[in-house]
């Protein structure tokens, strides 16, 4: 008997259309700059040219190189098209990785989407301010998104589980703190697989570009500064949130503090999270809650957020993060020059949406899922546990 092949409905099927015309449309009026993409595009020609990979700037914003080396070598492909043609390129492939990522996000949540239901959410995904964002100006997030849900939800036991987040972690930093996340969980071997793929990308660039390879791991990766300036709104991690309230471009401790205590509530309730899926997104969320910068388009984890819920049927929730993640409040306060740090208090909520919000889904967690991942006996809420357990150690 031959299988029955389900396809879209007509209907879903205008819809993604429609989205997608209105958003290239949107594109040619805007002149679509996609400067992140040029400056990939720079630094696969350092690599193959043999140029300073950390020494040049381009675009009129003036912007550097960030990325390891590993990640410069995989750029070098976008060399070989003119730009218009590599910004369609990059534009379709996006568009295809973002209706990876809903697949996965639906795999995430235990919910399989079936053709038209996928086409359907990639088309209002596509909506979503850091989505949006990540398009526009050319970005990967989407991809390593990809690579890291796809990784943490293969079944267990799978040939190589872990490599594609340590190659992740290779190409940006921050996915690394997934393997700590698997430590937590008790998932040792995934977690040795990780780091290993990910030294292996290490390996690999230093093997290809030594000088470039010395020069970031010794001293750009230091650099924070190059990455941009951490207070501007575009920045909404909760440094940039302090450093807006606080009027100050550096707020040192009144960051750092806050972030430690952070990291430590966020991982604690990702390690004692009764769903995977809970565990991931409670990780994905600290790391951008804490990182000193992340820009807008970082936070494309709204889209597995949002897949969770949905199935959960927290539909009251999901609909406030479809709402915080498309009004683009941050956009509508005063962020030219050094407006920013100037910003009224009342300004300050629309300039810090989305640390804001997951701050406050963090807080609520353990009551919005109606069990505590704490143990029985700490059901006073995580932040009373932690206290009770640094008190415990102390003593």
């Known amino acids: 008997m031959r299988k029955r092949t389900v396809t879209p409905s007509l209907p879903a099927l205008l819809l993604l259309a429609l989205s997608l015309a209105s958003f290239v449309t ?3 009026l805007r002149g679509a700059p996609m400067a992140d993409l040029l400056v990939y595009r720079a630094e696969g020609a350092a690599v193959a040219h043999g140029t300073d990979l950390y020494g040049f700037t381009v675009t009129e914003w003036r912007l550097p190189a960030t990325y390891p080396p590993f990640a410069a070598v995989l750029f070098v492909p976008t060399i070989w098209l003119p730009v218009p043609a590599l910004k369609a390129v990059f534009l379709a492939g996006n568009v295809l990785l973002l209706a990876a990522l809903v697949a996965l996000s639906a795999r995430l949540a235990a919910r399989p989407l079936p053709p038209t239901a996928l086409c359907t959410a990639t088309a209002l995904a596509l909506w979503l301010e850091p989505v949006f964002q990540t398009l526009l100006f050319g970005q990967i997030n989407l991809a390593l998104a990809c690579l890291v849900l796809w990784d943490l939800t293969r079944p267990p036991g799978a040939r190589a589980r872990g490599a594609a987040l340590g190659i992740a972690a290779g190409v940006k930093l921050t996915p690394a703190v997934f393997v700590v996340y698997l430590l937590l969980r008790g998932r040792v071997r995934e977690a040795a697989t990780a780091v290993a793929a990910f030294a292996g990308t290490v390996a690999f660039g230093a093997a290809l570009l030594p000088a470039a390879s010395a020069d970031f791991w010794t001293r750009r990766l230091y650099e924070t500064g190059r990455v941009g300036k951490a207070w501007i709104v575009d920045n909404q991690s909760l440094r940039g949130l302090l450093a807006r309230a606080l009027g ?9 503090l806050p972030a430690a205590a952070v990291a430590v509530a966020g991982l604690a309730l990702a390690a004692r999270a009764r769903r995977d899926s809970h565990g991931v997104l409670l990780t ?6 804490v990182c000193p910068i992340s820009w807008t388009h970082h936070w494309v984890w709204c889209v597995p957020l949002l897949a969770v819920l949905l199935t959960e049927r927290r539909t009251r929730t999901a609909a406030l993060v479809a709402l915080v993640f498309t009004a683009r409040t941050m956009w509508l306060v005063p962020h030219e020059g050094a407006l920013d ?3 009224p208090w009342w300004q300050q909520p629309l300039a810090a949406a989305y640390p804001l919000l997951v701050l406050g889904l963090l807080i609520t967690y ?3 899922i109606g069990r505590s991942p704490i143990p029985s ?3 006073t809420g995580t932040l009373t546990w932690l206290s009770r357990s640094f008190r415990s150690a102390r003593r």
């Open 377 to 379: 006996n700490e059901q």
């Open 284 to 289: 994905a969320f600290t790391v951008l809650l």
């Open 341 to 343: 740090l100037e910003l």
């Open 366 to 368: 353990d009551s919005m």
């Open 248 to 256: 100050d471009p550096a707020p040192g401790p009144a960051w750092a």
């Open 26 to 28: 949107l594109c040619a």
